[in-house]
């Protein structure tokens, strides 16, 4: 394939040669202009936070004095020492960033520095007030109920369930066990799987309320944790403690090599009680499946079931275990697993994925009418899963005009607001300097609130001002009014059309991979190192100049708009051929590389939508869903290519 890009690269490294003969001049403009000098600052200071170096950050700090961003870098240099700094150093900076995005991380960060260290009189104080959804701080205060002898029955936090417990929640849930607002059924349960993940000092806090006879001995459980496999193949096992101890280690184990937690277990597994045993099978199921080792994964669900029911497990692990039912085709397991979990709507029974996986096991096993309302519920979202939900029932995509029904007819005086507001000045300038994720939460903290209207004002303002990812952000934020123009953006479009065109490839495809990739923000740098709106990766990018032979190629020119468009498309093109065309395994390599997109087919041809539900990957397995539910609306928003969801998905060939 030719790209006729590269008389633009010989411009660019032109342009680059000029550019590093007027560095000098540079230089002196910026010396020479305070708002040039203080940007520059703030901008050192960034970096110098991001690599944790304070005398960096503080050297900075005087040349940003009465920048928009001074209090940023302030927030920077005290959070470097925050384990250090004073009470009244804190205090005074929560006093002048009151009301700010910048304000409310310190906040929340000196909250969590206070819960880490017992200072709970100076917790409530500070804490007093504070509306934050962080699960640690949640956990803290829970916590401090308890200790302040609050008879009120306290909300469990949700850090308490999630698969790794942190030491603030494990506190915390020792606390309601011991308060008698948790059972010990619980505790058992939540030390077993503290093991997955979690560390030796939560398992040592959780373990503490279980009881005589039944917590590890301290010195067992340091040898659990630190070597399960020695304490499985060594161990006695004739206390309620000590075989605590060795399901710890088993869980411990299997995380890391399922093959050798199987190995250990079988031995010694006739020495625990059937209870024990369903539980380590459970674990061995769960950890089996996040293999994609279906056939050992179904095996150890079997045993791991108690008649209808599965034993005790966390959604985390019953997600797994569905997964692994789906591959193997066992509709039956997929509806147990689902009933296993919480009714949580995030991870658990009442999550997007797992309603519609229960619905296709309905109709499955011969329960369509159960199924239909669930599917009807399901495909008014405009989600993955409510596409795939509306194919199922033939549900039609809403009209063009329907999608673009809610937008606003919008005058200069409507973005008033915005143009005077200081935190959205301060989302521009965050955004200018390249400090995107700032930006975000600094923007957050103006539309947390916002009604429909007012987030579709907020994203036609940011749409305006060029900055697409908090347009697109901002404008999924509705639930009622919606405006699929501001959601589904189509900056660049001349170039990113041609670019598509240039490598035969489906334009609806292309803009819902860069949405997905970089929400089309053109100087996007990840931790990575990959560039730009298709997020090349520059060692990616010399592969393809050696394929395009561009002599002239330089990892720079990435930033150029073209040239990133035509590399990252030739790129796609290159791994769908690869991929047979497959559009999921395509997005998955695109991602995670062309050999774990092979590696996680299965040994019979699989439907795409399991394929794409069982990547082990959580980041993969989130980006192959939305580039392709991405692609479906911009080809629906576009009038041309393919709609359907299933389509798309297709068949995966075995491997």
Request: glycine fraction near 8%; hydrophobic fraction near 45%; proline fraction near 4%.
């Amino acid at each position: 394939m030719t790209l006729p890009l590269y008389p633009r690269l010989r411009a660019t490294a032109a342009r680059a040669a000029t550019a590093r003969s007027g560095i000098a001049l540079l230089l002196a403009v910026i010396i020479s202009h305070p708002a040039l000098a203080s940007d520059a600052a703030v901008k050192d200071a960034a970096e110098g936070y991001r690599f944790g170096d304070g005398k960096r950050v503080n050297s900075a700090l005087a040349q940003a004095r009465g920048h928009l961003l001074e209090h940023y870098v302030e927030y920077w240099a005290l959070r470097l020492r925050i384990d250090t700094a004073s009470a009244a150093e804190i205090e005074r900076f929560l006093k002048v960033s009151a009301g700010s995005a910048v304000g409310d991380r310190m906040r929340t960060d000196w909250l969590k520095q206070l819960g880490r260290t017992g200072d709970w009189v100076r917790f409530e104080q500070v804490g007093q007030g504070f509306d934050t959804d962080d699960s640690e701080i949640a956990c803290f205060r829970a916590t401090l109920a308890v200790r302040n002898g609050s008879k009120e029955v306290q909300p469990v936090p949700r850090g308490i369930w999630e698969d790794r417990l942190t030491e603030a929640c494990a506190d915390a849930f020792a606390s309601l066990v011991r308060a008698k607002q948790l059972t010990a059924e619980d505790a058992l349960w939540r030390f077993r799987t503290t093991a997955d993940g979690g560390t030796l000092l939560a398992a040592s806090r959780v373990a503490d309320v279980l009881g005589d006879g039944v917590a590890p001995q301290p010195d067992a459980l340091q040898r659990a944790h630190s070597n399960p496999e020695a304490l499985l193949r060594g161990g006695a096992f004739a206390s309620r403690a000590a075989r605590e101890a060795a399901l710890y280690a088993l869980t411990r184990l299997a995380r890391s090599d399922v093959v050798k937690a199987r190995a250990a277990w079988a031995p010694i597994r006739s020495r625990f009680s059937d209870d024990e045993q369903r539980y380590a099978a459970g674990q061995l199921a769960y950890a089996s499946a996040r293999r994609l080792d279906t056939a050992e994964a179904m095996e150890w669900a079997k045993r791991a079931q108690d008649g209808e029911q599965f034993t005790r497990l966390g959604d985390w692990q019953a997600a797994w275990i569905a997964r692994a039912a789906l591959r193997a085709g066992a509709w039956k397991d997929v509806q147990r697993a689902i009933a296993a979990m919480s009714p949580a709507a995030n991870g658990g029974q009442a999550d997007p994925a797992w309603r519609y996986w229960k619905a296709r096991a309905l109709v499955a096993l011969g329960e369509p009418l159960t199924a239909q309302p669930i599917y009807v519920d399901l495909a008014k979202e405009p989600s993955y899963y409510g596409l795939l939900a509306a194919e199922e029932i033939n549900a039609a995509l809403p009209t063009v005009a329907t999608l673009n029904g809610g937008a606003l007819k919008l005058s200069e005086v409507d973005f008033k607001r915005f143009d005077q507001s200081p935190a959205a000045k301060r989302v521009l300038k965050l955004s200018e300097l390249g400090l995107r994720a700032d930006a975000a939460r600094e923007w957050y903290s103006v539309v947390k609130d916002y009604n429909d209207a007012d987030s579709l004002a907020a994203a036609e303002w940011m749409r305006r001002k060029g900055i697409w990812d908090r347009s697109i952000n901002t404008a999924e934020r509705t639930k009622a009014q919606h405006d699929f123009s501001l959601r589904f953006q189509m900056p660049y479009k001349d170039e990113i059309k041609k670019a598509a065109t240039q490598a035969a490839l489906d334009h609806a495809l292309v803009f819902g991979l860069i949405r997905q990739e970089s929400r089309f923000w053109a100087e996007a740098v990840s931790s990575a190192g990959a560039l730009g709106l298709m997020q090349v990766m520059p060692a990616t990018g010399k592969w393809i100049a050696g394929q395009l032979k561009a002599s002239e190629y330089r990892p720079s020119h990435l930033a150029d708009v073209a040239v990133n468009t035509g590399f990252g498309a030739f790129y796609l093109r290159t791994v769908l051929d690869q991929m047979g065309g497959s559009e999921p395994m395509a997005a998955a390599s695109y991602n995670a590389g062309p050999g774990r997109a092979r590696a996680w087919r299965a040994d019979v041809p699989l439907e795409g939508a399991i394929y794409a539900e069982s990547i082990p990957f959580n980041e993969t397995r989130d980006y192959v869903k939305k580039v392709l539910a991405n692609a479906v609306w911009y080809a629906h928003l576009q009038g041309s290519g393919n709609t359907s969801l299933k389509s798309r998905l297709g068949i995966i060939p075995a491997r």
